[in-house]
């Protein structure tokens, strides 16, 4: 085979490197996804013949970016001072999409896009349906953070649902005594997954959920982050008056809502309570031997996610495949010559 043929050869080679490089390359994906359902969440407040509500502020946010853009967002708020909040649903934010996502996520549409050989995308949503301050009904809300990439770069999505209740108890016993029971159930979803050629993949889901209640004006505060043990987890503790401080004890605590899931190894996957239909557990605590004062209740529910992805384009493989084929040829010549 004379020198032109040989070059001939190695430029088929690298050629057909190059389409067989390009041919999978959009299987390439890191795909994250984070979700949250509550509902019939309810706070019962026991041994008080005088429980009054001063004010409530309910908060949503969502974010979403793509790479090479910046984020796209959307907020909402109401309650009892202020901004009203509407009969059903009680609060609602705008679901956010990422620029340049080829699949994009639809208001109030909480199904899970799941990953796709060809579609990039990052998406936001979250609500809250229903609310006991204001139509009575348990409340109920949800949220989902999603993204998925077949493209290099990073991509985040994120959403947040905020509630701030301040509660007055005046006791009308000489004692104090009341109690505050507080309970809901909950879904949460989280799947990390990366499936793709060579590359650098990262893919993590995060969920966060805790509430707080503090004595408004000194007397400390307690906050419970369900975690999925069996282990009373409230943390703090609420001055009780005479009669010692207030206790806080776990009724029911069925699975962790503050848990993370992440995948580095391709190909790679890590889940938690992920289902495609609605599986409810339950959730309480109860407050023991709280004093007459005025409380500020807070909830906070999180949910994020970011994937990252650098697998080397197939125009570049190409080249690397022919160099590679370059510096053979030019090795068997010299081993020729000698």
Known sequence: ????????????????????????????????????????????????????INSFVFGLSNSATMPGSGPVSSSASCGSIGTACGASPVLDATAVNGTGSTLTRTENDFSFLGTSGVHSYSGADSIIKTATLVN?????????????????????????IQSTTTITLTLVVENDGAEILLGF???????????????????????GVSFSLSRNGGGGSTSWAPDGTNT???????????????????????????????????????????????????????????R???????????TSVII???VPEPTSLALIGLALAGLGFSAKRRRQSV
Do not use: W
């Not at 009575?136 to 947040?160: D, H, R």
């Open 1 to 52: 085979m004379n020198g032109f043929r040989k070059l001939k050869a190695v430029a088929a080679a690298a050629g057909a490197c190059a389409a067989l490089m390009a041919a999978p390359s959009a299987q390439a994906y890191v795909y994250g996804m984070s979700h949250l359902n509550v509902d019939n969440l309810t706070i019962v407040i026991n041994n008080d013949a005088n429980t009054n």
């Open 185 to 207: 159930r909950a879904d949460p979803d989280q799947h990390s997954e990366i499936n793709g050629l060579p590359g650098i993949y990262s893919a993590q889901t995060g969920m």
């Open 308 to 310: 990252a992805r650098e």
């Open 232 to 290: 009373n987890n409230c943390t703090g503790t609420i001055s009780g008056g005479a009669n010692g401080n207030s206790n806080c004890f776990e009724v029911t605590d069925q699975e962790n809502l503050n848990t993370n899931t992440g995948a580095s190894t391709n190909p790679g996957s890590d889940s938690y309570s992920y289902d495609a239909g609605v599986q409810f557990s339950n959730f309480g605590i109860l407050l023991t031997n709280v």
């Open 292 to 302: 007459g004062g005025t409380y500020t209740l807070t909830l906070r529910a999180d």
């Open 136 to 160: 009575g009904t348990p409340t109920s809300t949800e949220q989902i953070a999603e993204a998925l990439l077949n493209t290099n770069g990073i991509a985040q999505a994120n959403t947040n």
